[in-house]
């Protein structure tokens, strides 16, 4: 049987280590698809049910991995449905790969069936873009698309025409007419030196040793740099702010933190942005810049890896190019300890009342079921190394306030992107990447019911998934957007009747149980962590419960009010579950 040049792409990967491809097949991939065949002991594919499913798969793998994750769609409109999955790995800055299809060179500019260039499509998503013309390229071509994700921290893309895929492997076909030889490349990375320059870190040291009132942002960037973080936190005697993709940094329990920003964040961390004076960010680049102190009162340090992204958000007096763990180990030694930790100890008292105000929205006795409620229950259940995936919306706000990190605890969601529909696909690839840890994905009605055929794909490949869906049967974060900007909503809430996707789970052959009680939740989660295979719990929450910011400004407030001047429809049952809100925070 002649060696093909599909063969030649699929013995790279593997030599780069990829041991597994998410995506589907079709007749513009056909070659490739026998190349997994001819080496399937090597490179598992992993068939889905849509290619947007699967570049979100390759992104969560990379996420929780480390390590390239690669994706594989056919030509056209198979190529078209990964872009908003490989958008969400550019955005957040994760190795992937994607390999598609494309029609046969010799037809190639004809207007042929489904000829999509793809190469052109993903110009803006990919760091590295290239169609094969030349079985000769292959295997260099997948290096350097491999080494530039890895480099860049994003998106490589390599489109395969159907004549290519199946030719011999390593065929030229065509004479050399200039003096080139194909280039002889090898499956090796080499990763740049973190440590930052001396003089850089003594300059940082010497602003944040002069910080009378110090506090950090961290982002995803220093989620392998707990220990330092928490190290220099101690010795600046500074509170710990968290960004939403960088929440796993630091425990959620720990004395030094005050939790999240922006709208999602908590009161005293925008508190702490108001006052501080010097502003220590590591390992981020949190767009949200509305919530960053003013730069004429602050002074700001930055570590950041990429220089580009260097001051990119706010004014920075002093920009370190350095990975947050190794900045950090050699920021250590020059810091000065501080002796008065009053500052620290105003923002613990402040978080103090803060997990009591959110403690007390964890309410059993409220009907309709509270949403805090249900992640809550699902907090405490959870292994103390569970991994949980987020889709964005209201959910993204009661996992960010209700799911602790502890332990060897994770979370992801679509950071930047923000958006909906990667919870379940990032908890299969990472089931597939930890088989023995828990993984758990948090979504909304919404975003589920848009990948919901992956809960399939979970069952036929035996990966024990548990879905938890916070079913409000409305877009429930645009609702409040709308309100926020003073509109009364519109065409944000389902028409009866409400999906029971408990009974799709069940008719894909795993678990599912539906919960309209909330002296059925407890139970109904416990069963389904118990349950040795994909597990769904879908429960129906108050649809009326707002997520408010943790400090509501005068221009919000108002706007609320506009919204229900101007006739918005469900304004009885809103304030009657703010009422209840206040009640409970104050202790009743």
Same mark, same amino acid.
């Given at each position: 049987m002649a060696r093909i040049a599909s063969e030649s792409l699929i013995e790279r990967l593997a030599a780069w280590g990829v041991d597994t491809v998410f995506g589907l097949p079709g007749d513009g991939i056909n070659g490739i698809m026998e190349g997994l065949r001819r080496h399937r002991d090597r490179v598992r594919f992993v068939l889905v049910h849509h290619e947007e499913?699967?570049?979100?798969?390759?992104?969560?793998?990379?996420?929780?991995?480390?390590r390239i994750g690669v994706c594989l769609a056919t030509s056209g409109p198979g190529g078209i449905h990964l872009l908003n999955g490989l958008y969400d790995a550019k955005l957040d800055h994760v190795p992937v790969l994607a390999i598609t299809g494309m029609q046969e060179t010799s037809v190639l500019g004809t207007g042929y069936q489904q000829e999509v260039h793809l190469d052109k499509l993903f110009a803006d998503v990919a760091e590295y873009n290239m169609?094969? !013309?030349? *079985?000769?390229? @292959?295997?260099?071509?997948?290096?350097?698309?491999?080494?530039?994700?890895?480099?860049?921290?994003? &998106?490589?893309?390599?489109?395969?025409?159907?004549?290519?895929?199946?030719?011999?492997?390593?065929?030229?076909?065509?004479?050399?007419?200039?003096?080139?030889?194909?280039?002889? !490349?090898? *499956?090796?990375? @080499?990763?740049?030196?973190?440590?930052?320059?001396?003089?850089?870190?003594?300059?940082?040291?010497? &602003?944040?040793?002069?910080?009378e009132r110090p506090a950090m942002l961290v982002g995803q960037g220093a989620l392998h740099a707990r220990e330092e973080v928490l190290a220099v936190a101690q010795a600046l005697g500074a509170p710990v702010v968290k960004t939403l993709p960088g929440k796993a940094v630091i425990p959620d329990d720990s004395p030094y933190t005050t939790g999240g920003l922006g709208l999602l964040g908590t009161r005293p961390s925008e508190e702490l942005m108001d006052e501080a004076d010097v502003l220590f960010m590591v390992g981020t680049n949190f767009p949200y810049s509305k919530f960053l102190p003013e730069v004429r009162d602050t002074r700001v340090v930055q570590f950041e890896a990429d220089p580009t992204r260097a001051g990119a958000r706010i004014a920075t007096d002093v920009p370190v190019v350095c990975d947050a763990k190794e900045g950090l180990r050699a920021l250590l030694p020059l810091l000065?300890?501080?002796?008065?930790?009053?500052?620290?100890?105003?923002?613990?008292?402040?978080?103090?009342?803060?997990?009591?105000?959110?403690?007390?929205?964890?309410?059993?006795?409220?009907?309709?079921?509270?949403?805090?409620?249900?992640?809550?229950?699902?907090?405490?259940?959870?292994?103390?190394?569970?991994?949980?995936?987020?889709?964005?919306?209201?959910?993204?706000?009661?996992?960010?306030?209700?799911?602790?990190i502890r332990g060897g605890r994770e979370f992801y969601l679509s950071g930047t992107l923000a958006t909906m529909a990667p919870g379940l696909p990032y908890a299969i690839a990472m089931q597939h990447a930890f088989p023995g840890r828990q993984v758990i994905a948090y979504v909304g009605d919404g975003g589920f019911s848009m990948l919901m055929?992956?809960?399939?794909?979970?069952?036929?490949?035996?990966?024990?998934?548990?879905?938890?869906?916070?079913?409000?049967?409305?877009?429930g974060q645009i609702l409040w957007e709308q309100m926020v900007l003073g509109y009364p909503e519109h065409g944000v809430r389902y028409p009866q009747p409400e999906a029971d996707f408990s009974a799709w789970a069940r008719s894909c052959g795993g678990f599912g149980a539906k919960v309209t009680k909330s002296e059925d939740v407890a139970h109904a989660i416990g069963q389904a962590l118990a349950h040795d295979g994909p597990a769904l719990v879908d429960v129906d929450v108050n649809p009326n419960e707002p997520p408010m910011p943790g400090k509501v400004s005068y221009d919000q407030a108002k706007s609320f009010a506009q919204a229900f001047l101007k006739g918005q429809p469900h304004k009885a049952a809103i304030a009657t579950t703010l009422f209840k809100d206040r009640i409970q925070k104050l202790g009743d």
């Open positions: 499913a699967a570049a979100f798969m390759a992104t969560g793998y990379a996420k929780a991995t480390g169609m094969v !013309t030349n *079985p000769a390229q @292959l295997p260099s071509l997948v290096d350097l698309a491999i080494r530039t994700s890895y480099a860049r921290r994003g &998106v490589s893309h390599l489109t395969l025409p159907n004549d290519i895929q199946v030719a011999e492997a390593g065929a030229d076909p065509y004479k050399s007419v200039a003096p080139v030889r194909a280039p002889q !490349t090898a *499956p090796v990375y @080499l990763q740049p030196s973190g440590t930052p320059r001396q003089e850089d870190v003594e300059w940082a040291a010497e &602003v944040l040793n002069r910080a000065h300890p501080r002796e008065d930790n009053s500052h620290l100890t105003k923002y613990q008292k402040m978080m103090a009342k803060w997990r009591s105000d959110m403690e007390s929205l964890e309410n059993p006795d409220r009907d309709p079921i509270a949403p805090q409620y249900v992640m809550s229950i699902l907090d405490d259940l959870a292994t103390d190394d569970a991994i949980m995936t987020c889709d964005s919306g209201t959910i993204a706000t009661w996992a960010a306030r209700h799911w602790t055929a992956e809960f399939l794909t979970a069952v036929q490949h035996r990966l024990p998934v548990k879905v938890v869906i916070n079913n409000n049967n409305s877009l």
